[in-house]
């Protein structure tokens, strides 16, 4: 049976000029700290990827400091201060949050110094960042055009594997002139900010997969994802399943689609899928090992039953109309299947 990956938003598969990176730079035998030419050639990898990223996403009056990932990066940037952010924050961001903003029923966030761009598990994008101090541009970075300059925030964080890079690697975005304590202290790697050897070949990946994302967005290939969205959302409606789709009234992420199956626990309807041939997602994948209603969902104004309904479908630029057409009768027939066993049981 042939799989069908419709998780893109818990990782991404690697790109082919990512994983041809990394396999260049594991011939580099250097230590980028080294002054001598392998040390030189070490640091010029670095440095590459660096102006690869700024490049890719509008960073000019900025400082990138590379990570382990993007909750590295949060933490770094959040774990000496306590701030306001809101109940739709991923648990890397959330939990250095100290109080909590205002949710509406479209997963809009008012008020907040910390506020993620766009959320994992609805798409959400927010109207703005004004005010904001710290954005988690995860999501966002790689799936709809950033301009971080423009922004106006003073940090944020991004991952490699969610653009098509390689995981264990991301970065701390900061304005010039931003200080903040280093967390790893030692010999003064990455401006001070975060000691220890770079990881020259993620790195590598992260800068080529940044390069290529921005590339793809600069030909059309999300809009193209966008109308494949539509596609799967048009399958499902035109079921007359009674189906909710969250945030659909307002902007998105084009490859994301959450939506609710009332009566069908999420965790249920990805098991079938997964039966059925086909990866989606309950949630955040850090958090949908965990039996209970999304936090997410919850905020916006969803009852905890229905919260406990919900799925997640995320595309990326290699998904195929055939594919999504695919799922949607996957899909639908095991959702009939579950309202006849449902059926049943309520007569019994």
Known sequence: MTRVYLDHNATTPLRPVARDAMVAAMDAVGNPSSIHAEGRAALGIVQKARRQIADAFGVGNHDIVFTSGATEAAAMALSHQRLVGSDVEHDAVGSWIDASAPVDAHGQVTGAQVLQSANSETGVVQASLDG????DMTQSFGKMPVAFDWSGVDMACASAHKLGGPKGVGCLILRKGTEIPAILRGGGQELGRRAGTENIIGIAGFGAAAQDAAADLAV????????????????LEE?????????????????????????????????????????????????????KAS????????????ARCAVRVSLGPQTTEAEVTAFAQAWLKAYDKHLARASKQKVA
Request: net charge positive; hydrophobic share 45%.
């Open 295 to 306: 936090k997410v969902l919850s905020a916006m104004g969803y009852s905890d039953d229905a």
């Open 220 to 235: 059309g290939a999300m809009d193209r994802v966008a109308k494949l969205r539509k596609i799967l959302e048009t399958a």
């Open 239 to 291: 079921s007359g399943k009674p189906i909710i789709f969250v945030g659909k009234e307002g902007e998105r992420l084009p490859n994301t689609s959450c939506f609710i199956a009332p009566g069908w626990k999420g965790e249920t309807q990805v098991m079938a899928m997964d039966l059925a041939g086909f990866a989606i997602s309950a949630g955040s994948a850090c958090s949908s090992g965990k039996v």
């Open 132 to 135: 904001v101090i710290f954005a």
